[in-house]
């Protein structure tokens, strides 16, 4: 599975480098594991402060993308110091045949989504027929 | 980055990705941004990042801790010093799995932010919601102000 970081904008590839994580407007990249089992490809990523229903998952052209929004919670005051900055999440990630696109499923507990990708059954081996070319 | 082409030559498109890749080490180094944005910062993994406000009455603590339980979290006020411990315990996965990815920091954790003002220690509030904790610190009400009678002799 091959990662496509903040892809969903439909940026340059340049664009897409620059603008992660940093000015406003841009996407703050979740921390992913992503493991496999024998029958499925599971996706865990950390994104603090969304809830269920401002999570957007979509699936296209092999492309699964995770997007969260975060409701900006309002300041209490001054600010004492900052470790981090707050905003909406991103972060796509291509997928192969291999997995069964119409099964996937997904749930957010705490701040955390884990996607479930159930594994395609193996691709039954076609037989080709060889049809003998008619002899000239 | 994308692999050279077959001959080696460098295209224009391998020189602007040099351009860039030396424009984020100047970047890291320029006082400009914020520490965290540095991708030095999210090396160090430091967990959680803690955000401090305060106002007139009060100290508000916002760290972000996806996927704990309220009971693996310990939060102790020790004199002026707020003492968050816990620990983050991964998911339980069968035992075939394979990682292609591990980017979460797990494990146990221990932050400590120290006020500069005195709070009161009956009234602390925390509560955890979508990963994130937010805990509440009243100060200590100040002295009220005492009138000073002035006597004319």
């Given at each position: ?136 | ?38 991708s030095l910062w999210r090396e160090t993994r ?108």
């Amino acid at each position: 599975m091959e990662d496509r970081q903040n892809e969903r904008s439909g940026e340059s590839e340049q664009d897409r480098e620059t603008s992660q994580a940093t000015a406003d407007g841009s996407y703050l990249t979740p921390a992913v594991d992503i493991y496999e089992t024998e029958r499925a490809i599971v996706i865990l990523a950390d994104m603090p402060g969304v809830t269920p229903e401002n999570l957007d998952i979509d699936i296209s052209e092999g492309i699964l993308s995770l997007a969260g929004k975060v409701v900006a919670e309002g300041a209490v005051g001054r600010d004492v110091s900052r470790e981090y900055s707050t905003g909406d999440y991103s972060r796509s990630f291509r997928v192969t045949n291999a997995v069964n696109l119409g099964n996937v499923t997904a749930c957010m507990k705490d701040g955390v989504l884990k996607v479930v990708l159930p594994k395609a059954k193996k691709a039954v081996a076609r037989r080709i027929p060889i049809v003998s070319q008619p002899a000239e | 980055m994308n692999p050279r082409r077959v001959d080696g030559s460098l295209q224009a498109a391998d020189l602007g990705r040099l351009q860039r890749e030396v424009g984020n080490l100047f970047e890291l180094l320029s006082p400009s941004r914020e520490p965290w944005e540095h991708s030095l910062w999210r090396e160090t993994r430091l967990f959680p990042r803690v955000n401090v406000q305060e106002n007139r009455d009060a100290y508000v603590i916002r760290c972000e801790i996806p996927g704990v339980e309220a009971k693996d979290l310990d939060i102790k006020l020790d004199g002026d010093t707020l003492v968050l411990k816990g620990v983050r315990s991964p998911d339980i996965v069968d035992e075939d799995a394979s990682f292609h990815r591990k980017e979460r920091a797990m494990g146990e954790f221990r932050r400590c932010v120290t006020l500069s003002e005195a709070v009161d220690q009956k009234t602390v509030g925390a509560t955890y919601r979508d990963g994130v904790l937010t805990v509440t610190l009243a100060k200590r009400e100040r002295m009220s102000a005492r009138k000073i009678q002035i006597v004319s002799e």
